[in-house]
């Protein structure tokens, strides 16, 4: 029996010391040794991970990302479900333009209650005993002016403001893009028209979003603008009761011009809320990376991917300096009003493959109008 337990005990001693050496073999195997580790292994999956992409353009700023970096405290950041609620207003077929009109008292519910009141004045003015029958039931009927009655129902409005060219009836166009014009990235539907050549625009003109809002794009200040445009854009800041938000464009490229500080003086001195919009970011992205020589297209070594990386975090970080001065340089960031800044490109280029930004701006002019919360 002791023999027994002996025999036993010796031969798990054994057992262990050769499981013991077994697995410090197989530790030892197991490391790889120095010489054969690669530097850098194409064909392998794990060390291709941390390569920038292929497609170098996914990493490239968007104006999303523009809405994000420079949003303010004040501001949260849209979420999803706030996004699918405004893209389903907007997708409305109900979209369209209303009116267009280059005097404020022209706009239909203006000039439907001036000449409502002319005439009432008029009545009153009138013999009594010759206002007949017939006055009667005309001042009592609905008669519209010519006006088209569906113009006369009253909706919240927004302004779209900015310097000649600045690129407001483009974004008119983009806001009213319906859901299947919205997948194209080259749709060229016009509600408004655009044109290269500054001051294109002489009207206020009304575009209706799912009957719920109307846009007011409006004839740009400063270089071949007009004074008598720019007294009826003064006039409806100045007088409408509706406007529940100005959305005042900056061409990213140009830069705020002296015109646009005066306007955010006289938006602030009216009480009228602002908002600002950075238009043509795409022209920002391709003026900082173009100098950049990015390899776009071919077959890319891990080198070339690795100095592709390097290159769009230079171009990156020279967009957002390329913003940060504008606001710097202009005072922005010390405005009392705060406004929200909103970044956009209508179109697109070899650096940024789709339009960004305009579900964004839809949610703004929803939720100044307490459409969307
Ligand atoms: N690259 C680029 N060009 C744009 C963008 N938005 C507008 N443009 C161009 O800028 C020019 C002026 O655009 P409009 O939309 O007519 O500008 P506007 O502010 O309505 O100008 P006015 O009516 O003259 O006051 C046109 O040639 C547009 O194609 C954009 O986001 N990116
Ligand atoms: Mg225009």
């Not at 001036?114 to 609905?142: C, G, I, P």
């Not at 080259?186 to 809002?213: D, I, W």
């Not at 603008?225 to 005042?248: N, T």
Request: charged share 30%; with cysteine; net charge positive.
């Amino acid at each position: 029996m002791k023999r027994f337990h002996g025999f036993k005990r010796y031969n798990k001693a054994l057992y262990l010391i050769s499981r013991r050496y077994a697995s410090i073999d197989y530790l030892v195997g197991s490391i790889p040794k120095p010489s054969l580790v690669p530097t850098i292994k194409p064909s392998s999956k794990p060390e291709l991970k941390n390569l920038p992409p292929k497609d170098i353009r996914k990493l490239i700023i968007t104006p999303l990302q523009l809405n994000d970096y420079f949003r303010h405290e004040l501001y949260q950041k849209p979420k999803a479900q706030q996004i699918t609620q405004s893209q389903a207003i907007f997708s409305s077929t109900k979209n369209k333009h209303e009116w267009s009109h280059a005097k404020y008292d022209e706009i239909p519910d203006i000039k439907y209650n001036r000449l409502t009141k002319l005439k009432e004045d008029q009545y009153k003015k009138m013999d009594k005993y010759k206002a007949s029958e017939y006055h009667e039931t005309f001042f009592n009927s609905r008669k519209t002016f010519g006006i088209v009655p569906e113009h006369l129902k009253v909706l919240p409005e927004v302004l779209l403001l900015g310097h000649t060219n600045s690129g407001k009836s483009s974004l008119v166009n983009t806001l009213l893009l319906n859901r299947e014009e919205n997948k194209s990235v080259s749709s060229e539907t016009q509600h408004a028209f655009v044109s290269k050549r500054a001051g294109y625009t002489k009207t206020l003109s009304s575009y209706n979003v799912g009957n719920k809002v109307r846009i007011i794009d409006s004839p740009g200040y400063g270089e071949f603008g007009d004074s008598k445009q720019g007294e009826v854009v003064m006039d409806y800041i100045q007088q409408r009761q509706v406007l529940r938000r100005a959305f005042l464009l900056i061409d990213s490229i140009e830069g705020f011009q002296e015109e646009d500080l005066v306007l955010i003086d006289s938006l602030i001195e009216e009480g009228v809320p602002f908002e600002l919009i950075f238009t043509k970011v795409d022209e920002v992205i391709r003026k900082n990376f173009s100098k950049l020589k990015l390899k776009l297209n071919g077959p890319l070594s891990p080198d070339q991917r690795l100095k592709n990386g390097e290159l769009v975090k230079l171009g990156n970080e020279r967009v957002i300096s390329h913003f940060d001065r504008l606001l710097e340089e202009n005072g922005v960031k010390d405005l009392v009003t705060v406004p929200k800044l909103l970044f956009n490109n209508g179109q697109t280029n070899d650096y940024i493959a789709m339009r960004h930004g305009y579900k964004e701006i839809r949610l703004a002019i929803l939720q100044s109008c307490g459409i969307i919360e």
